[in-house]
């Protein structure tokens, strides 16, 4: 039997080995450079079944605001949606977070904008989330929404049409953005 001293160390190249997912994720995800994104035909796949979800059952999920009140998504039904899906230590939504208020206002009463907070823990969430004004911001620390969505990085945008049929999903910048959710509203 190998004594201690022998044994290759496990933790440290699993720690080493995350950290390098961690890093992987941040420089793709949060760099700011924008991905082709995808607009699909269908909507997002379901997080229980795997299954691709029909438009009204995507919005037919429940989750906590930062602020710890009960969001129902149905509510979100017959208008167009933006989901922001961001994250409290990434460079990139921090930028963002003015720019999606700034949507948000424009098109109120017209298009829903929901953050979807998440990738940290849910305490961080609430904290960066509280300081977001202007629409709601949703902590999904625990990742269900992202996953009903299919949404794997920050920051990433999914714009819904009126019958809540996913338009786009992915990065786009502040202008692409704001052109998308013009086209929605006609």
């Not at 998440?118 to 269900?144: E, I, T």
Request: hydrophobic share 45%.
């Amino acid at each position: 039997m190998k004594t201690t001293s022998e044994r290759p160390n496990v933790t440290l190249r699993t720690a080493t080995a995350s950290g390098l997912l961690v890093a992987l994720v941040a420089v793709n995800g949060c760099s700011g450079t924008p991905s082709t994104g995808t607009t699909p035909a269908t909507a997002a796949p379901d997080a229980a079944t795997g299954q691709t979800a029909a438009p009204a059952d995507l919005l037919n999920f429940t989750a906590r605001t930062v602020t710890g009140a009960t969001f129902d998504g149905r509510r979100l039904a017959g208008k167009p949606v933006v989901l922001w899906f961001w994250a409290p230590w990434c460079a990139t939504c921090r930028a963002q977070a003015g720019w999606v208020s700034a949507l948000a206002e424009k098109y109120a009463g017209k298009v829903s904008v929901v953050g979807v907070g998440g990738l940290d823990a849910s305490a961080a969430v609430r904290d960066y989330g509280a300081a977001l004004s202007g629409f709601p911001q949703l902590d999904d620390a625990n990742g269900r929404i992202w996953t009903r969505f299919g949404v794997i990085v920050q920051s990433s945008y999914v714009v819904l049409d009126a019958a809540g049929r996913v338009q786009f999903q992915g990065y786009l910048d502040n202008d692409e953005l704001d052109r998308r959710v013009a086209q929605l509203v006609g």
